[in-house]
């Protein structure tokens, strides 16, 4: 079985230097901006590029390029570049056409994705403008997308994952150099952020355009939507779209609910978001963006065996990385979530409505990661439909939960739906992935994962306490509550691991000497 170890970890360093330079961002953005009407209009317009970004983007793409792309590399370079350039020539001049539209109908789009915004005009006319701005972020970041596919397939995990880093500085940099500008001039400065969004996501494909050339991609002028190979990606990139589509729909309808709440429930949400895909970027998105590319050469040999294995090490590997921070970071939310955001205008009443949302979101992570190196197998059997309707089902929960709920626990509601939404889309995968690849006994792997999350409830508590009565009577500058934050989940993160190995978990030892080992 092919070492997935050394990918996740060049993938994980990449992502890790973006995720600091990421949490840099909304740091400068909660100390600049707070959580206010003008936030609250930057995050509902931000999300309209974002509800299309998945489609053309990231997921769809990567799911529905990886497979074909790499049959294509066996049959040679020339085969491999002309596929490349003809998916590059359709995001170019399909997400160039959707960037315009969205420009030109952005007051509309703003009306519909925040309607609640509706009885206060001004707000709602804000939203429109700083939409228009950010809508040529869907192009770049497709095209970014784009490139990552492409490397991927290649082997080089770490330049792609670097990528995002660049957005983070340009979206730190230009909002702070444009800050005094629109202040002195009597406007809002939440102008400066939206215009950092769209040149960063320009930079984020241009830094990528080296490390193509090193990796044999040589654009070629063809566009040609009957080509065989073409059509074997829309194959699967329709199904795709289509369930990220719902998604993407379920998320509009979370934004226009929770534009009926009160004031700052959308940025809350939003913060808590950001934190929440630390883990999840680190490690679960790692795994899965690492484990595609195998699975597909392994289903182009017919390998079941090894493919049941590498499914089995990706989840094994996931849940390892993925459950201890994320139980860690729940149980520190409050001094992680004032670390990052709480300065500036940003409050202590405003870090306590973040870090119980982090709560909710985080323990969801797991099952998010999970599902996304299950999905993978799928992906790489070129069966898009499975995913799809797994996904669908798991929709429907998620809205008649946040419906149900929100009347009961006001913005709290959408975290907590989110993350059973995730643990019925898994449960859902698990039950039909033998279809596909034969028998599989989850057994082993469910009392791996108690033995996991139990080790790591311990580790939280042990953190928590420290935090409690150790750095919590000292006071709460910030230097007090970034050490409890790194001292705390370090001995919360070492007493997990020293669990693991006396609960003789092999797999701890194993994974940390394939992650240091070169």
Not at 407 to 414: E, K, T
């Amino acid at each position: 079985m092919e070492d997935i170890a050394r990918g996740v970890r060049s993938f994980t360093i990449g992502t890790a230097i973006s995720r600091v330079l990421g949490l840099v961002r909304e740091q400068v953005f909660a100390a600049l901006f707070g959580a206010s009407r003008s936030t609250d209009a930057f995050n509902a317009a931000f999300r309209i590029p974002n509800l299309l970004r998945d489609l053309f983007a990231e997921t769809a793409l990567s799911q529905a390029f990886v497979p074909v792309l790499t049959d294509e590399k066996r049959k040679g370079k020339e085969a491999e570049n002309l596929l490349a350039s003809n998916i590059f020539n359709t995001l170019l001049v399909v997400t160039g056409a959707v960037a315009v539209v969205g420009i030109m109908f952005s007051p509309q789009l703003a009306n519909i994705i925040a309607v609640g915004f509706s009885k206060y005009p001004d707000k709602l006319a804000l939203t429109g403008k700083l939409t228009a701005i950010m809508f040529p972020f869907l192009l770049f970041v497709a095209l970014a997308a784009w490139a990552m596919s492409y490397l991927n397939t290649e082997g080089s995990f770490f330049a792609p994952s670097l990528a995002p880093a660049f957005f983070n500085v340009f979206s730190i940099v230009v909002p702070l150099g444009m800050f005094g500008y629109y202040t002195s001039r009597g406007g809002d400065p939440i102008y400066g952020a939206a215009i950092g969004v769209a040149a960063g996501g320009l930079i984020q494909f241009a830094v990528q355009l080296p490390r193509l050339s090193q990796k044999g991609f040589r654009y070629k002028l063809y566009l040609n939507f009957r080509d065989p190979e073409f059509r074997r990606v829309m194959a699967l990139f329709v199904p795709v779209a289509i369930g990220l589509a719902g998604s993407r729909i379920n998320f509009a309808v979370n934004t226009v609910l929770v534009s009926y709440l009160r004031d700052g429930s959308m940025t809350w949400l939003n913060y808590a978001f950001r934190i929440m895909h630390l883990p999840l970027g680190l490690f679960g998105v790692a795994v899965g963006t690492v484990t595609l590319p195998t699975l597909s050469r392994l289903v182009n040999e017919n390998n079941l065996p090894a493919i049941r294995e590498t499914m089995s090490d990706s989840l094994k590997m996931v849940f390892f990385l993925t459950i201890p921070t994320s139980v860690v970071i729940a149980f520190l939310s409050n001094p992680v979530t004032s670390v990052i955001y709480q300065h500036g205008r940003f409050t202590a009443l405003d870090t306590e409505a973040v870090a119980q949302a982090l709560v909710l979101y985080i323990v969801g992570i797991p099952f998010i990661s999970a599902l996304r190196n299950v999905a993978a197998v799928f992906y790489a059997y070129k069966d898009a439909r499975t995913p799809m309707y797994a996904s669908f089902a798991s929709i429907g929960i998620n809205v008649i939960l946040n419906v149900t709920l929100m009347r009961v626990m006001g913005f709290l509601a959408f975290p907590l739906s989110m993350t059973v939404a995730a643990i019925a889309n898994i449960a859902i995968l698990f039950l039909l992935v033998p279809r596909r690849i034969g028998h599989v006994d989850f057994g082993p792997m469910a009392k791996y994962f108690l033995t996991l999350a139990a080790a790591a409830v311990a580790g939280g508590l042990a953190g928590w306490l420290i935090d409690r009565f150790l750095f919590q009577p000292l006071g709460s500058t910030f230097w007090i509550r970034l050490g409890s934050v790194v001292v705390s989940g370090g001995a919360g993160l070492s007493l997990f691991y020293s669990l693991c190995l006396l609960l003789r978990v092999t797999e701890a030892r194993d994974y940390l000497k394939r992650f240091i080992s070169r």
